[in-house]
């Protein structure tokens, strides 16, 4: 049967077909998705799991592959580096029943944004096989054949793919699952345990893995040649492979590689002998380029074509053709930025607003949809650097600026799935070191900038189950935090209030906890009863009383407007009956309908 | 020959749910179909595409549409029609909506929302429909099917009308928004008349 699937969806799938029994991921764009897929699959036949963060992930999915079951781990392109001491040590160790790696990497940052980082260096670096998909079916294809590679040279074996590939749509041929059979738990210490007596052995059979895969990557149907003209011979692979056809159709032979690590050399020296001219057209980093000419092969790469961004058919048409892309003729100055927003009735605004009215204050902020907030209105974020480095990057400013008797004071904000994600031994650093940071974790009861992921705070797996909750607040005071205080981030006044109180411990550390669940999310019955007036009202703009201050715009609400002919706010139909703006405006003319 | 068809507009307006109609219509028409989105953000307000792309013979190559490939661009916000003008042909069509809506520079007061984007765009492409979306879709009572409304632009000027879009629309739709939703087809239709 023939679907209409998008990469992600293509790689659950994959996996599914391939008999994994095991499935974990952190959720991340644009890779979030493939775990969605998963856990909608029979629970009978696989378990697909939220780990609270990617190196748990990665960890458990070994241990699956440990006690013979085909197992599988996603990740967003940044997932590597919170999981990278075990990644490091994986290939070293081997597995057992086949493991499959997939990281989505995003030339673009089209969304995420915290680095560009071509994952592929890292994956050589690391000494792991992979894989690189053009397309959905490709997607499918290559993370079952990564299972048999994985058990054929016992090793995790990785898929890399790219946000094209995550989020485009493109036809899969649909098959059955295929059981694997269950492999037998053989206890070996000396595999598993790169202890010194261990550790050079295992890097000797790591190496010897890496260099075994030479004949296969010869062999695999996944590199192979497509010959047309011969004028110019294309070196490429994964969504390249695409966009270089697209602007050279026949008149380019074309190498694609989908199996990249380790290179067929041979293969590509005998290309590129029956060519005039040798282009590799690859995203990123120059992996397959420095290999060809290393072999000796002459051919041209980024001394052409950028190394950052995507190498779309425009890029290739300009760089390579000498065609530059045609222009409209308009007015550029009339395309205004529309940056991404908080929704109406986010339970971010109310905390942001009163946040942004302190002075002398350092936000350290972290990854999740507040990082909006660093932008107008607010401008309340002064860093953001990685998930869960708010708490200590605003516990090593606090401590710096008290040595230099600056009087700046710290709140470092993060949320529920952040703070669970790698928050929490930042909040023991500041409870240890004794700081006086003012830290807000922002519990929305989900992980919401992803699409809504359930965490270990929200009482429900990835599969629909009951959950144990983590008790956010008693772990705060078990870590030793003496001020807890939980507020609803809807009432300025309880904000600024709580923001009053955590200043005036001038020698302690406060954590506060804004409990609201995020507007877009799929309200459990415990929410219900938790919040059983969550979003019932709309508000309104009794005209007679607007004096068209514009006070209530500064909430930066996508419900209100301004009527400029008239001098009025107005509030649209979306509005989620948060209160802010009607807290916020002077003339009381924001009431309930 | 491949088609190329861009969609485009703010988060919250229902742009990807059109494109993932109509890439299901020319799925099951027996098209090559690729069909790309850039989303993460598309709930937050932010602006919005979806690239679809389709061939009756031979293969679709790349998911994505370059600059001046576009045979139809179809926009949900008007000022967002002029982010993506570049993409369209020469001898390619625009359909834009003329709902506005500010983004947060223009809400806060630190710009004003562009003036005379139709006739801008009259003077950069060969072919500009203009839509009243939120009035046409007030006409059958619901503001949310303006998508549905464009869809049925789309389906009359490319001349998909082979495909049984009613039947896409009954198996893609929420039940209770099936007659809505084919009311608004039939309405979008009948705009590219004129």
């Given at each position: 049967m023939k679907r209409l699937l998008t990469g992600n969806e293509a790689i659950a799938r994959g996996a599914w077909e391939a008999g994994t029994s095991f499935a974990a991921a952190y959720p991340g764009t644009?890779?979030?998705?493939i775990l969605e897929t998963l856990s909608t699959y029979d629970k009978s036949n696989i378990i697909a799991e939220w780990a609270p963060n990617e190196k748990v992930s990665l960890e458990s999915a070994l241990g699956a592959s440990m006690a013979g079951l085909r197992s599988f781990v996603s990740m967003k392109c940044v997932g590597v580096n919170a999981c990278a001491d075990p990644f490091m040590c994986m290939s070293y160790t081997g597995c057992n029943a086949g493991m499959v790696i997939v990281v989505a990497d995003e030339p673009g940052q089209q969304s995420s944004g915290q680095t560009a980082q071509d994952n592929r260096t890292f994956f050589k670096f690391a000494r792991y096989p992979f894989f690189e998909p053009s397309d959905s079916q490709e997607a499918k294809d290559m993370v079952k054949e990564a299972y048999k590679v994985s058990e054929m040279a016992d090793t995790p074996v990785v898929v890399r793919i790219t946000t094209r590939v995550c989020h485009s749509k493109t036809i899969v041929e649909l098959e059955d699952r295929q059981e694997a059979e269950p492999r037998e738990y053989v206890k070996n210490p000396a595999k598993y345990v790169p202890v010194p007596a261990h550790s050079p052995m295992l890097l000797e059979k790591c190496m010897g893995k890496i260099d075994g895969l030479a004949e296969y990557s010869m062999a695999t149907q996944f590199n192979r040649e497509e010959m047309h003209d011969t004028k110019i011979g294309i070196i490429c692979s994964g969504v390249s492979y695409y966009y270089a056809k697209e602007v050279f159709g026949e008149n380019a032979s074309y190498l694609k590689l989908g199996f990249v690590h380790p290179l067929p050399i041979e293969k590509m020296k005998s290309f590129a002998a029956r060519v005039d001219k040798v282009y590799v057209i690859e995203e990123t980093d120059p992996i397959i380029e420095d290999a060809a000419r290393l072999a000796g092969i002459a051919c041209h790469g980024k001394d052409l074509l950028p190394n950052r961004g995507e190498l779309l058919p425009d890029i290739l048409r300009e760089k390579l053709l000498g065609i530059p892309a045609p222009a409209a003729?308009?007015?550029?100055?009339?395309?205004l930025p529309r940056p991404p927003m908080l929704c109406s009735g986010c339970p971010h605004r109310g905390l942001f607003y009163a946040l942004s009215k302190f002075k002398d204050i350092m936000i350290s902020s972290d990854i999740g949809c507040y990082t909006l907030t660093t932008g107008e209105p607010y401008h309340t974020g002064d860093a953001g650097i990685c998930m869960g480095s708010s708490i200590s990057v605003g516990h090593g400013f606090q401590k710096a600026m008290n040595k230099k008797n600056g009087s700046t004071r710290v709140v470092s904000v993060l949320g529920d799935s952040t703070f669970l994600h790698s928050g929490i031994a930042s909040l023991i650093d500041v409870a240890y070191n004794n700081s006086n940071t003012v830290n807000i974790i922002l519990d929305n009861r989900i992980t919401a900038m992803t699409g809504h992921q359930e965490n270990p705070g929200t009482g429900f797996t990835a599969q629909g189950d009951a959950a144990v909750e983590v008790d956010i607040a008693a772990m705060c005071k078990a870590i030793g935090i003496r001020h807890v205080e939980v507020i609803d981030p809807n009432d300025l006044s309880a904000v600024t209030n709580a923001l009053k109180a955590a200043f005036d411990r001038k020698d302690e550390s406060s954590v506060i906890i804004t409990r609201w669940p995020c507007v877009l999310k799929k309200f459990s019955d415990q929410d219900k009863r938790e919040?059983?007036?969550?979003?019932?009202d709309k508000y309104k703009v009794k005209s007679e009383t607007?004096?068209?201050?514009?006070?209530?715009l500064n909430v930066g609400c996508p419900a209100i407007a301004f009527n400029r002919a008239e001098k009025k706010a107005l509030i649209g139909?979306?509005?989620?009956?948060?209160t802010v703006c009607a807290q916020v405006c002077p003339k009381k003319a924001i009431v309930k309908e | 020959m491949t088609k190329s068809i861009l969609l485009v507009g703010v988060g919250g307006q229902g742009t990807i749910t059109a494109s993932k109609l109509l890439t299901i219509g020319l799925l099951e028409s027996g098209y090559d179909v690729k069909m790309n989105e850039i989303h993460g953000m598309s709930q937050r307000g932010g602006s919005v595409s979806a690239d679809v792309r389709y061939s009756e013979a031979g293969k679709v190559a790349a998911p994505v549409i370059s600059r001046g490939e576009a045979d139809i661009l179809v926009s949900f916000e008007e000022m967002e029609t002029l982010r993506w003008t570049d993409y369209v042909k020469p001898d390619g069509a625009i359909v834009v909506s003329t709902e506005r809506i500010d983004s947060m520079p223009v809400m806060t007061g630190r710009l004003d929302y562009p003036d005379n984007v139709l006739a801008e765009l009259q003077n950069a492409v060969k072919t500009l429909i203009v839509i009243d979306g939120p009035a046409e879709a007030a006409k059958i009572g619901n503001s949310k099917v303006t998508n549905v409304i464009l869809l049925g632009a789309i389906i009359r000027h490319m001349k998909l009308e082979n495909t049984d879009w009613h039947k896409i629309i009954r198996e893609n739709v929420k039940p209770a928004f099936i007659d809505l939703n084919l009311q608004a087809l039939e309405l979008g239709k009948t705009l590219m008349k004129g």
């Open positions: 644009p890779s979030t998705e003729n308009i007015d550029r100055g009339k395309v919040f059983p007036n969550m979003f019932k607007c004096v068209g201050c514009r006070a209530c139909n979306s509005c989620m009956g948060c | -």
